[in-house]
């Protein structure tokens, strides 16, 4: 079936609403770039004060046109944008792009504008993109639609850029000639009234144009909507992602430059590493990786050889390669007997190679050939600073010609004129890389990408808890019996306790040493509190404690119910399993150093708690603490299978509950024996 | 008295020693180069087989130069070398630049030879730059000397570059027509034979024409007498250094590359921090943070206010802010009253300001003026995409002409037109950004500088350490009592501890519980033989356990002579303060988590130990340990002066004792009752 996102990709007719024959303002810009550009459809011009602009006929309503519109290109002014609409679905146009702002990203009345108008096209089978955006491109030689503000002539790849922001939008093209970035699509979203990353994730993984998928986002509209795609094994191509709104002051920014909610970094990194989605740090690193993905075969391993003429530029490279974790190749006896043959006798035929400033073309091309013949080298990165002997464009050129299923990243650092040359006569045209850092970042991208995560033991929601119901209390914490309960149905080991009055605690029998805690509906932070305190070895100190408990929190006006007692373990380690529901994402898992000074040891990982056995080692191993209790100076391993089916059981808890925003095992506590007991279960949260 | 680099940077009369009449070879394009920037000076050329090369007179010999050579730039074939050398000091030519390779760099004749020729300099007063090197820039317009390959035109500027290696030097110089870097003097120093970075540290504090002094490094010939400079408060001018071989495979490249041997990154990263050194990350940071120094006010403080005409490039330059220290300014009320009279009422008044893609020149330039006038604004970062409506030369040069000591830096994207329009109309030509994450770590940059290091309480060498004599054990450990001796002598806390025989501990009287460790001279990863055990109850259990010590460790064969015991303390926290010496910095200090897992935890930070009262805050306050030690979650700070007073006192040990190589307290520890013990003492290691 033809998604509509043909339509606006591979429109045959296009209009554009509010077309001006005033140059400078929007309507006429946009008109002059789908024209310089060379559209091959019919474009229709709709503007009831002229006849024709830039040559194309004008329309004085969208009705009059006598012919079908398969995309429409709205621009006028914000209180004719509903007729608009309207209009363009009685015309049956489906594929409809909003440029007007004004809407959601200016306050209340835009926002009420915007869900009226998205009213409209949910109540046909028309699409929205937009409001508040750039326009479209495609670069297809048989397409050659720019429809955006930019009259650049974009070179066609086969990158697809959809952007959130107009602006980045509008840089990337602006930087066009100078950066070399091609395209296959591009969009601009805008305020993603409608159409947002998800729809166009699922038509570019299937658009065979595309190779590589990209976006500028600053918010996830639907976060667990766009992993189910990778969950299930649907997104085979390359996807790379520049988040704007990292920090709080820039997730601040761009909320109210969005107005949608954003989820912590923290979430979005742990989502994009967990589904193998590539995080750009920058515009440079996302197209380059864009290019790296174009241009290159994807190494096998992460064993990389250097060539150079120039030692500095070279280290800077090598420099890059641990923390893209790539390793710096052992180069073969035999490589290093015939790079011996050309190789200057002060050069170095060691790894990284070194030709020395007076290395000229033949001998590049020679270095680079045995290079990738080594077997114990996956990718070459050859680095050149053009010297006034030796001309950058052969030595480039005769590389490109390699033919190999190794990659080899070229970086080059010529004079200025060097960079027109090559783009009027290369054969080849391919992406060269302009700082010695750059290839490292990519190279560790396309093997981010190449190392497909398996599927094997993933969670999914379980049907069957519908059998165990929590008590339905909005908005409270769960009190201890519940939260016992819960846990024992998820298999969580929770050390066995008992909950006391005083006149209890008096009258019982009690194994010491023991642990006595504070209960009460509003006691959460125990420890904050002094509501904890350890090892208590007789009765009568055991209830000499209590009461000076009873006796702070009445100071305080807290009031204290009851008393928890457990068994006092000694602890070597203290470790966390936590859970929590991200707005955007959805169910999320935590793992790693516990205790109280959780916040200031800042050793913990997260995933989506649709984990896989996988994800699960994945975690463990990417913390301090999991390095640490699995053996480490001669020390036995605890049994690191409780502490993976701890992470599972509760991952299932969370996925299956809706209704629980929030639980923590913390300490999850290694004892001295190597037992593992979850010692404090902060109470799941609110119910939504 | 002038220095003998006035020669080098402001000669009088040059002479090539080797000039080529053959274009692309080097003796003829550094000529080239001299020419085409127009020197100022006498030029003479020597070349016997040549009457005149490029316009400029050959003589056939060094002696048959009729008047007197400041500066001699030597490129003949490497066995001319050592002769050319000598007549140049005949001559009585006092700054010499040898721009030969073969050198150390190629091997060990190389280095022989290197050796020989730095003695016949040592043997004058003459000074060597090189070998291996690519010549020397003064942009000044009175000098206008570029002797270097590159024959480009640099613009002049107030910043002093310094590269060891060539090729980085190429590449800045081959980039200037792009990149806009400005230059007042740079050098070349290849292989460091006798000239290095402390001898242009010196000369390019004094010097009047230098306002920021830039390095690239592979090493540090003399780090303990780079940081002197600092130490002696000497250096007042900003210092920027970018240093190649920064990871294990780096530093292997790098010390190849130069022959030099690295300290550790830890070590290089530790003191550049302490000294108010800044770092740059890369070429981009390192002239973005000299454009920064040379063009700009330095701020008062740390909170930027942001404007645009473009929500996404602003998110991203919001979101580099928090990692660079910077804070999003707060606006005061009346700026918000000033704004909205200029800004478009769907852009924004707060920070960032967002003037939509329609705001023009007179706008930004206004909205610019009031952001400054606001006090709780520090500096400014105006980012600007070029959209088709708006022109980007009249906005960026109406914000160049407000006039204000608060910086205000401005991000441009336009098209690729607007650079040379910059570059041939602009009044102020002052430096703008081209990515929207560039100025924040260049402000980040301009307040390290500004935060001028106290010298109070600076660890001095005390020369009254001569009474404490070690004993001369070179490349020895020493044993347990020479240990607490020391550790006495320097008010070390230390645990009161004993040694004995076995038999021994038969016989004495002990206050149990104790740990029990093993002592024999092979012995030094104690935990990992298991020759500690703790918390020992009686007797007996003693005599059991240190029975079965001996057995484990002769069955291992490791010599176990006594054993060590110390009372047994229950432990909160586990500290490590330890010292060490750096073949290049000298002296160094650590301090941060302690323990067995120490090295897992990666929780230490590290300074040379000539520390300030300011350094060992510093030192404690970086450090998650240090954090949660001084009390949080409502806990009490623990005797944080007695950690202090450890810090400073082992480091005045390692200061005073040049013959101790290492020595750590591990773990200092924290008891339960907030009491401080060291209670191993990692033996100092080899004499010298």
Known sequence: MESVFDQYFYPDSICIVGASSKPKSLGYELTKSVKQYGYTGDLALVNPKADEILGFKCYPTISSIDYRIDLAIVMVPKQFVEETIKELIAKKTQAIILITAGFKETGEAGAEAEKRILQIIRDSNARLVGPNCMGIIN??????????????????????????????????????RETDIRFGQFISVGNKADVNENDLLEYWQDCKDVSVITYYLESFVDGEKFIKYFIDDRITKPVIVLKGGRTSSGIKAASSHTGALGSSDKVVDAILTQFGIIRADDLNDMFNTAKGFEDFPTPKGNRVAVVTNAGGPAILTVDTLEKNNLALAELSP?????????????????????????????QFKAVNEILVQDENVDAVISVFVEPIMVKALPVIEGINDIKSEKPIFQVVMPLPEFWQEYRAESKTKRSLFRRPEDPAVVINNLLKFQNKKSNTGRIKSDESVNDFKLNEKPGKFLNP????????????PIVKDEIHSI???????????????????????KTDLKGVVLNIKTKSDLIKTAEKMIWDFSSKNIQLDKFLI?????????????????????PMIMFGSGGKYVEYLDDTVMRSAYLTENDIDEMINSTKVGKIIQGVRGEESIDIKVVKSAIKNLAQMIVNHKEITEVDLNPLLVTSENKIFAVDVFPPGPKI
């Open 334 to 362: 035999e490589t290093k007997v015939k790079l011996k043959e050309i190789v200057h006798p002060e050069g170095s035929v060691n790894n990284p190679v070194d030709l020395l400033p007076g290395g000229i073309a033949e």
């Open 503 to 525: 006149q209890e605690l008096n009258k019982r029998e009690i194994h010491f040493p023991v642990v006595l805690k504070a209960v009460g509906e509003k006691i959460i932070h």
């Open 566 to 586: 457990q068994p006092y373990l000694k602890t070597k380690f203290e470790l966390l399993v936590g859970a929590f529901r991200d707005p955007s994402f959805g």
């Open 139 to 176: 670069a297809l030689p048989s397409v050659k639609m720019n429809a955006t503000f930019v009259a650049e002539e974009p070179k066609t790849g086969s990158m697809a850029f959809c952007s959130q922001s107009g602006a980045i939008g509008a840089a990337v093209l602006n930087s066009l």
């Open 481 to 492: 019996n519940e939260v016992a309960e819960l846990c024992n149905h998820y298999k969580l």
